[in-house]
Nanobody, 121 residues
Framework: QVQLLESGGGLVQAGGSLRLSCVASGSGYTIETMAWYRQAPGKQRELVAE???????KYADSVVGRSFISRDSATKTVLLQMNSLTPEDTAVYYC???????????????WGQGTQVTVSS
């Protein structure tokens, strides 16, 4: 069983920065794509950034140029650095991972519990 544990959320002033961290725990799985999603009140969950197993990344238009996603495959960790935060970045941020059990081909979607990020104006 794979679990994701997020950390790094909190209250930030507009213009500030934060770094979110997510660690995948559990054995017997290979972690493929990892990503960060967010969901603001009254809105659908949306992709913020994702990074493939080989390290290629993509970002939502709203965060391009001020966010950076990275991963450490050895520790099964994904980081999201966000700069120049605005109140529009306020949301619950969820860590996501695709996990594949060793010897299997099926990918499982794994979600973290979420961490609140609030940006004050």
């Amino acid at each position: 069983q794979v679990q994701l544990l997020e950390s790094g959320g909190g209250l930030v002033q507009a213009g500030g920065s934060l770094r979110l961290s997510c660690v995948a725990s559990g054995s017997g799985y290979t972690i493929e794509t990892m990503a960060w999603y967010r969901q603001a009140p009254g809105k659908q969950r949306e992709l913020v950034a994702e990074i493939a197993g080989v390290g290629s990344a993509k970002y939502a238009d709203s965060v391009v140029g001020r966010s950076f996603i990275s991963r450490d495959s050895a520790t099964k960790t994904v980081l999201l650095q966000m700069n120049s935060l605005t109140p529009e970045d306020t949301a619950v941020y969820y860590c996501y991972a695709q996990a594949r059990r060793w010897g299997r081909t099926k990918l499982r979607d794994i979600w973290g519990q979420g961490t609140q990020v609030t940006v004050s104006s």
